[in-house]
Protein backbone atom coordinates (compact mmCIF):
# COMPACT_ATOMS: atom_id res chain seq x y z
CA UNK A 1 0.00 0.00 0.00
CA UNK A 2 2.64 2.33 1.22
CA UNK A 3 4.79 2.54 -1.96
CA UNK A 4 1.63 2.46 -4.26
CA UNK A 5 0.67 5.60 -2.84
CA UNK A 6 3.97 7.27 -2.70
CA UNK A 7 4.42 6.52 -6.19
CA UNK A 8 0.99 8.04 -7.08
CA UNK A 9 2.23 10.89 -4.83
CA UNK A 10 5.09 11.17 -7.27
CA UNK A 11 3.26 11.37 -10.17
CA UNK A 12 1.17 13.87 -8.66
CA UNK A 13 3.09 16.46 -7.54
CA UNK A 14 5.78 16.00 -10.43
CA UNK A 15 2.34 16.88 -12.50
CA UNK A 16 1.79 19.81 -10.40
CA UNK A 17 5.67 20.98 -10.62
CA UNK A 18 4.75 20.84 -14.64
CA UNK A 19 1.68 23.00 -14.22
CA UNK A 20 3.48 25.17 -12.42
CA UNK A 21 6.07 25.86 -15.47
CA UNK A 22 3.54 26.54 -17.79
CA UNK A 23 1.66 28.74 -15.36
CA UNK A 24 4.86 30.92 -15.28
CA UNK A 25 5.48 30.51 -18.89
CA UNK A 26 1.91 31.75 -19.82
CA UNK A 27 1.13 34.31 -17.26
CA UNK A 28 1.31 37.91 -18.13
CA UNK A 29 1.21 37.12 -22.07
CA UNK A 30 -1.30 36.13 -24.06
CA UNK A 31 -2.00 32.08 -24.60
CA UNK A 32 -0.57 31.09 -27.83
CA UNK A 33 -3.40 28.86 -28.31
CA UNK A 34 -1.30 25.92 -30.20
CA UNK A 35 -4.35 24.02 -30.39
CA UNK A 36 -8.41 25.46 -30.57
CA UNK A 37 -9.65 24.13 -26.92
CA UNK A 38 -12.86 25.25 -25.70
CA UNK A 39 -12.44 28.33 -22.72
CA UNK A 40 -14.37 25.55 -20.46
CA UNK A 41 -11.63 22.90 -21.06
CA UNK A 42 -8.47 25.12 -20.27
CA UNK A 43 -10.70 26.15 -16.91
CA UNK A 44 -11.26 22.91 -16.56
CA UNK A 45 -6.90 21.73 -16.62
CA UNK A 46 -6.36 24.29 -14.39
CA UNK A 47 -8.68 23.25 -11.69
CA UNK A 48 -7.53 19.60 -11.86
CA UNK A 49 -3.99 20.58 -12.07
CA UNK A 50 -5.02 22.54 -8.62
CA UNK A 51 -6.76 20.24 -6.82
CA UNK A 52 -3.82 17.54 -8.13
CA UNK A 53 -1.22 19.24 -5.83
CA UNK A 54 -3.84 19.96 -3.35
CA UNK A 55 -4.58 15.90 -2.84
CA UNK A 56 -0.51 15.32 -3.15
CA UNK A 57 -0.12 17.90 -0.42
CA UNK A 58 -2.78 16.37 1.94
CA UNK A 59 -1.66 13.12 1.14
CA UNK A 60 1.99 13.96 2.25
CA UNK A 61 0.92 14.73 5.63
CA UNK A 62 -1.50 12.01 6.20
CA UNK A 63 1.49 9.53 5.00
CA UNK A 64 3.77 11.21 7.05
CA UNK A 65 1.22 10.05 10.14
CA UNK A 66 -1.37 12.99 10.48
CA UNK A 67 -4.62 11.20 10.48
CA UNK A 68 -6.89 14.00 11.36
CA UNK A 69 -6.02 15.00 8.05
CA UNK A 70 -7.32 12.21 5.94
CA UNK A 71 -11.06 13.22 6.00
CA UNK A 72 -9.64 16.66 4.14
CA UNK A 73 -7.76 14.73 1.64
CA UNK A 74 -11.11 12.48 0.96
CA UNK A 75 -13.18 15.16 -0.04
CA UNK A 76 -10.76 17.03 -1.86
CA UNK A 77 -9.79 13.86 -4.33
CA UNK A 78 -13.79 13.58 -4.23
CA UNK A 79 -13.80 17.31 -5.53
CA UNK A 80 -11.37 16.04 -8.26
CA UNK A 81 -13.12 12.88 -9.35
CA UNK A 82 -16.05 15.02 -10.57
CA UNK A 83 -13.87 17.58 -12.12
CA UNK A 84 -12.56 14.93 -13.97
CA UNK A 85 -15.74 13.99 -15.08
CA UNK A 86 -16.24 17.19 -16.94
CA UNK A 87 -13.06 16.80 -18.54
CA UNK A 88 -13.78 15.88 -21.70
CA UNK A 89 -10.88 13.19 -23.68
CA UNK A 90 -8.04 14.96 -24.99
CA UNK A 91 -8.61 14.80 -28.88
CA UNK A 92 -5.26 13.35 -31.01
CA UNK A 93 -3.81 17.03 -31.14
CA UNK A 94 -4.07 17.82 -27.69
CA UNK A 95 -0.90 17.67 -25.58
CA UNK A 96 -1.21 15.34 -22.86
CA UNK A 97 -1.86 18.18 -19.68
CA UNK A 98 0.37 16.62 -17.27
CA UNK A 99 3.73 13.89 -18.67
CA UNK A 100 4.45 11.58 -16.30
CA UNK A 101 7.72 12.14 -14.64
CA UNK A 102 10.39 9.97 -13.93
CA UNK A 103 11.41 10.78 -10.53
CA UNK A 104 9.48 12.68 -7.38
CA UNK A 105 10.62 16.18 -6.73
CA UNK A 106 11.53 17.44 -3.80
CA UNK A 107 8.27 19.47 -3.50
CA UNK A 108 6.66 15.76 -2.78
CA UNK A 109 7.40 16.36 0.72
CA UNK A 110 6.69 20.45 1.82
CA UNK A 111 7.10 21.71 5.07
CA UNK A 112 3.26 22.50 5.74
CA UNK A 113 1.93 24.34 8.69
CA UNK A 114 -1.48 24.25 9.90
CA UNK A 115 -2.06 28.51 9.67
CA UNK A 116 -0.02 27.66 5.59
CA UNK A 117 -3.05 24.58 5.44
CA UNK A 118 -5.69 27.32 6.50
CA UNK A 119 -4.58 29.77 3.95
CA UNK A 120 -4.15 27.75 1.60
CA UNK A 121 -8.10 26.52 1.84
CA UNK A 122 -9.19 30.31 1.88
CA UNK A 123 -7.14 31.06 -0.89
CA UNK A 124 -8.72 27.98 -2.92
CA UNK A 125 -12.41 28.92 -1.95
CA UNK A 126 -11.60 32.73 -2.70
CA UNK A 127 -10.16 31.69 -6.12
CA UNK A 128 -13.40 29.46 -7.06
CA UNK A 129 -15.38 32.49 -7.25
CA UNK A 130 -13.49 33.62 -9.89
CA UNK A 131 -13.35 30.68 -11.68
CA UNK A 132 -16.92 30.76 -13.22
CA UNK A 133 -16.88 32.52 -16.50
CA UNK A 134 -16.05 29.79 -18.45
CA UNK A 135 -17.57 27.34 -17.04
CA UNK A 136 -21.09 25.27 -18.10
CA UNK A 137 -23.97 25.81 -16.02
CA UNK A 138 -23.25 22.23 -14.31
CA UNK A 139 -19.77 23.07 -14.26
CA UNK A 140 -20.21 26.52 -12.55
CA UNK A 141 -22.47 24.43 -9.49
CA UNK A 142 -19.60 22.06 -9.25
CA UNK A 143 -16.89 24.67 -8.84
CA UNK A 144 -19.00 26.81 -6.16
CA UNK A 145 -19.77 24.23 -4.24
CA UNK A 146 -16.22 22.91 -4.44
CA UNK A 147 -15.35 26.46 -2.92
CA UNK A 148 -17.69 26.20 -0.27
CA UNK A 149 -16.53 23.09 0.46
CA UNK A 150 -12.81 24.58 0.80
CA UNK A 151 -14.85 27.62 3.01
CA UNK A 152 -15.57 24.81 5.61
CA UNK A 153 -12.48 23.32 5.47
CA UNK A 154 -10.70 26.97 6.36
CA UNK A 155 -12.77 26.68 9.38
CA UNK A 156 -12.66 22.99 10.40
CA UNK A 157 -8.71 22.30 10.30
CA UNK A 158 -7.60 21.51 13.53
CA UNK A 159 -5.99 23.77 15.72
CA UNK A 160 -3.32 21.63 16.10
CA UNK A 161 -1.70 18.11 14.30
CA UNK B 1 -43.47 20.16 3.84
CA UNK B 2 -41.93 23.11 3.14
CA UNK B 3 -38.22 23.66 3.76
CA UNK B 4 -36.05 26.52 3.66
CA UNK B 5 -34.37 25.15 0.50
CA UNK B 6 -37.55 24.47 -1.34
CA UNK B 7 -39.42 26.90 -0.28
CA UNK B 8 -39.22 28.52 -3.10
CA UNK B 9 -41.26 25.88 -5.38
CA UNK B 10 -44.41 26.31 -3.15
CA UNK B 11 -44.62 30.22 -2.28
CA UNK B 12 -47.00 31.01 -5.01
CA UNK B 13 -46.19 34.72 -4.61
CA UNK B 14 -42.83 33.57 -6.25
CA UNK B 15 -43.98 32.85 -9.16
CA UNK B 16 -43.03 36.60 -10.91
CA UNK B 17 -42.91 36.64 -14.56
CA UNK B 18 -39.43 37.51 -15.75
CA UNK B 19 -40.76 40.12 -17.51
CA UNK B 20 -42.82 42.14 -15.46
CA UNK B 21 -41.40 46.05 -15.84
CA UNK B 22 -41.54 47.80 -12.95
CA UNK B 23 -40.32 51.33 -14.22
CA UNK B 24 -37.74 52.74 -16.51
CA UNK B 25 -34.64 51.83 -13.65
CA UNK B 26 -31.46 53.64 -14.56
CA UNK B 27 -29.94 50.49 -12.90
CA UNK B 28 -31.58 48.45 -15.38
CA UNK B 29 -29.94 44.74 -16.09
CA UNK B 30 -30.56 42.69 -19.20
CA UNK B 31 -33.03 40.07 -18.13
CA UNK B 32 -32.53 36.53 -18.35
CA UNK B 33 -35.63 34.61 -17.32
CA UNK B 34 -33.58 31.36 -16.03
CA UNK B 35 -31.95 33.94 -14.14
CA UNK B 36 -34.95 36.02 -12.63
CA UNK B 37 -36.38 32.39 -11.52
CA UNK B 38 -33.47 31.02 -9.84
CA UNK B 39 -33.00 34.67 -7.77
CA UNK B 40 -36.64 33.89 -6.97
CA UNK B 41 -35.80 31.28 -5.73
CA UNK B 42 -32.70 32.21 -3.68
CA UNK B 43 -34.80 35.12 -2.43
CA UNK B 44 -37.11 32.56 -1.22
CA UNK B 45 -34.64 30.66 1.14
CA UNK B 46 -33.38 34.16 2.42
CA UNK B 47 -37.10 34.62 3.17
CA UNK B 48 -37.62 31.28 5.20
CA UNK B 49 -34.10 31.94 6.52
CA UNK B 50 -34.70 35.66 8.27
CA UNK B 51 -38.15 33.59 9.22
CA UNK B 52 -36.78 30.85 10.87
CA UNK B 53 -33.96 32.71 12.39
CA UNK B 54 -36.05 35.30 13.87
CA UNK B 55 -37.73 32.22 15.62
CA UNK B 56 -34.45 30.64 16.76
CA UNK B 57 -33.39 33.89 18.23
CA UNK B 58 -36.15 34.40 20.06
CA UNK B 59 -35.56 30.97 22.00
CA UNK B 60 -32.16 31.18 22.31
CA UNK B 61 -30.00 33.24 25.14
CA UNK B 62 -26.18 34.13 25.79
CA UNK B 63 -23.41 33.32 23.39
CA UNK B 64 -25.69 31.35 21.12
CA UNK B 65 -27.77 34.03 20.84
CA UNK B 66 -25.67 36.07 19.42
CA UNK B 67 -24.62 34.09 16.82
CA UNK B 68 -27.84 33.60 15.76
CA UNK B 69 -28.47 37.38 15.46
CA UNK B 70 -25.48 37.40 13.20
CA UNK B 71 -26.59 34.90 11.21
CA UNK B 72 -30.31 36.36 10.87
CA UNK B 73 -28.73 39.86 9.76
CA UNK B 74 -26.63 38.41 7.86
CA UNK B 75 -29.86 36.68 6.17
CA UNK B 76 -31.45 40.06 5.96
CA UNK B 77 -28.85 41.50 4.36
CA UNK B 78 -28.89 39.29 1.13
CA UNK B 79 -32.42 39.20 1.15
CA UNK B 80 -32.51 43.04 0.31
CA UNK B 81 -29.61 42.47 -2.40
CA UNK B 82 -31.21 40.24 -3.81
CA UNK B 83 -34.23 42.01 -4.03
CA UNK B 84 -32.38 44.59 -5.47
CA UNK B 85 -30.88 42.44 -8.24
CA UNK B 86 -34.65 41.07 -9.17
CA UNK B 87 -35.82 44.79 -9.36
CA UNK B 88 -32.65 45.91 -11.62
CA UNK B 89 -33.61 42.50 -13.94
CA UNK B 90 -37.45 44.10 -13.95
CA UNK B 91 -38.64 41.60 -11.50
CA UNK B 92 -41.07 42.22 -8.36
CA UNK B 93 -39.51 40.53 -5.69
CA UNK B 94 -41.86 38.06 -4.07
CA UNK B 95 -43.24 38.94 -0.02
CA UNK B 96 -42.45 36.46 2.49
CA UNK B 97 -44.98 34.04 3.18
CA UNK B 98 -46.79 34.56 6.61
CA UNK B 99 -44.76 31.66 8.00
CA UNK B 100 -42.61 28.64 6.85
CA UNK B 101 -43.26 25.18 7.99
CA UNK B 102 -40.10 24.03 9.92
CA UNK B 103 -38.84 20.33 10.49
CA UNK B 104 -38.56 21.82 14.84
CA UNK B 105 -39.31 24.49 16.79
CA UNK B 106 -36.36 24.42 19.13
CA UNK B 107 -37.05 24.38 22.88
CA UNK B 108 -33.03 23.61 23.65
CA UNK B 109 -29.91 25.25 22.09
CA UNK B 110 -28.89 22.00 20.13
CA UNK B 111 -32.36 21.91 18.41
CA UNK B 112 -31.72 25.37 17.56
CA UNK B 113 -28.54 24.28 15.75
CA UNK B 114 -30.10 21.76 14.45
CA UNK B 115 -32.49 24.08 12.97
CA UNK B 116 -29.73 26.58 11.70
CA UNK B 117 -28.04 23.92 9.92
CA UNK B 118 -30.85 22.97 8.30
CA UNK B 119 -31.89 26.38 7.24
CA UNK B 120 -28.13 26.83 6.06
CA UNK B 121 -28.47 23.98 4.19
CA UNK B 122 -31.36 25.00 2.46
CA UNK B 123 -30.14 28.20 1.91
CA UNK B 124 -26.91 26.20 0.14
CA UNK B 125 -28.81 24.23 -1.84
CA UNK B 126 -30.93 27.79 -3.42
CA UNK B 127 -27.89 29.71 -4.13
CA UNK B 128 -26.31 26.58 -5.73
CA UNK B 129 -29.03 26.59 -8.33
CA UNK B 130 -28.07 30.49 -8.59
CA UNK B 131 -24.37 29.34 -9.34
CA UNK B 132 -25.82 28.29 -12.53
CA UNK B 133 -26.94 31.61 -13.49
CA UNK B 134 -26.13 33.04 -17.40
CA UNK B 135 -25.11 36.35 -15.88
CA UNK B 136 -21.81 36.30 -14.11
CA UNK B 137 -22.27 38.62 -11.82
CA UNK B 138 -25.18 36.30 -10.14
CA UNK B 139 -22.69 33.59 -10.47
CA UNK B 140 -20.64 34.76 -8.23
CA UNK B 141 -22.70 36.03 -5.78
CA UNK B 142 -23.97 32.91 -5.62
CA UNK B 143 -20.73 31.32 -4.61
CA UNK B 144 -19.56 33.75 -2.39
CA UNK B 145 -23.11 33.11 -0.30
CA UNK B 146 -22.35 29.38 -0.40
CA UNK B 147 -19.34 29.96 0.93
CA UNK B 148 -20.56 31.88 3.74
CA UNK B 149 -23.66 29.53 4.67
CA UNK B 150 -21.40 26.97 4.36
CA UNK B 151 -19.30 28.37 6.88
CA UNK B 152 -21.73 29.69 8.51
CA UNK B 153 -23.13 25.84 9.51
CA UNK B 154 -19.97 24.92 10.30
CA UNK B 155 -19.21 27.09 13.04
CA UNK B 156 -23.09 26.30 14.40
CA UNK B 157 -22.15 22.47 14.16
CA UNK B 158 -18.51 21.58 13.71
CA UNK B 159 -19.28 18.68 11.26
CA UNK B 160 -18.59 18.80 7.82
CA UNK B 161 -20.98 16.14 6.13
CA UNK B 162 -20.36 16.46 2.47
CA UNK B 163 -17.78 17.00 -0.11
CA UNK B 164 -20.39 19.32 -2.08
CA UNK B 165 -22.39 21.24 0.25
CA UNK B 166 -25.25 22.40 -1.85
CA UNK B 167 -25.75 19.36 -3.86
CA UNK B 168 -28.36 16.89 -3.51
CA UNK B 169 -27.32 13.75 -1.42
CA UNK B 170 -24.02 15.50 -1.23
CA UNK B 171 -22.69 14.64 -4.89
Same mark, same amino acid.
Given at each position: ?13 ? =? ?48 ? =? ?80 ? =? ?14 | ?67 ? !? ?13 ? !? ?35 ? !? ?50
Amino acid at each position: MRPRSLTRRAVLAG =GAAAAAVTACSTSGAPRPSPVTEQPEQVLLRTLIADKERTVALYSSLVAA =GHDTLAPFRDRHQAHLDELRKHRRPATSSAKPTTPAPSQPTPTATPKMSLPKLRDLERRSAAQRTRQLADASPALAQLIASI =GACEAAHALALPRSL | MRTPGDAAVSADATRVPGDTVVSADAARVPANAGDVEKLGKALSAEHAAVFAYGLIGARTTGALRARV !TTAFDAHRARRDQLR !TLLTSRGARPAEPAASYALPLIPSTASQAITLAVHVE !TGVTAAYLELAAAQDLTLRKYAALAMQESAGRSYAFQPKITTAFPGMPGGA
